[in-house]
Nanobody, 124 residues
Framework: QVQLVESGGGLVQPGGSLRLSCTAS????????IGWFRQAPGKEREGISY????????YYADSVKGRFTISRDKAKNTVYLQMNSLKPEDTAVYYC?????????????????WGQGTQVTVSS
């Protein structure tokens, strides 16, 4: 069955970096769009980036553009989110999610399969 497992979260100081991983099983990345989302306490889930399988095109929300980079390793069936210049407002649970490669959206309702999430805390 389709499964997504996130890892790489943790506690980091402002200005620091983390790399999140989303390891997929039960499907191949070539025919999927993988999105990264985050949800802070008391806030709605926010889509922050996606990467499309067929052409590796990417998209970033304004809140992370220039600081975060999404990439994938087909051999490992894994998508990464490199997060640099982290700010306290980046603190949230980060989720990866999967949908068809035809989807070009960060609307969470367009994604069918979700990982369990990984906590990222940015604090001094």
């Amino acid at each position: 069955q389709v499964q997504l497992v996130e890892s790489g979260g943790g506690l980091v100081q402002p200005g620091g970096s983390l790399r999140l991983s989303c390891t997929a099983s039960g499907f191949t990345l070539d025919y999927s769009t993988i999105g990264w989302f985050r949800q802070a306490p008391g806030k709605e889930r926010e889509g922050i980036s996606y990467i499309r399988g067929r052409d590796s095109s990417t998209y970033y929300a304004d809140s992370v553009k220039g600081r975060f980079t999404i990439s994938r390793d087909k051999a490992k069936n894994t998508v990464y989110l490199q997060m640099n210049s982290l700010k306290p407002e980046d603190t949230a649970v980060y989720y990866c999610a999967q949908t068809s490669w035809l989807v070009v959206s960060l609307s969470s309702v367009r994604y069918q399969n979700w990982g369990q999430g990984t906590q990222v805390t940015v604090s001094s």
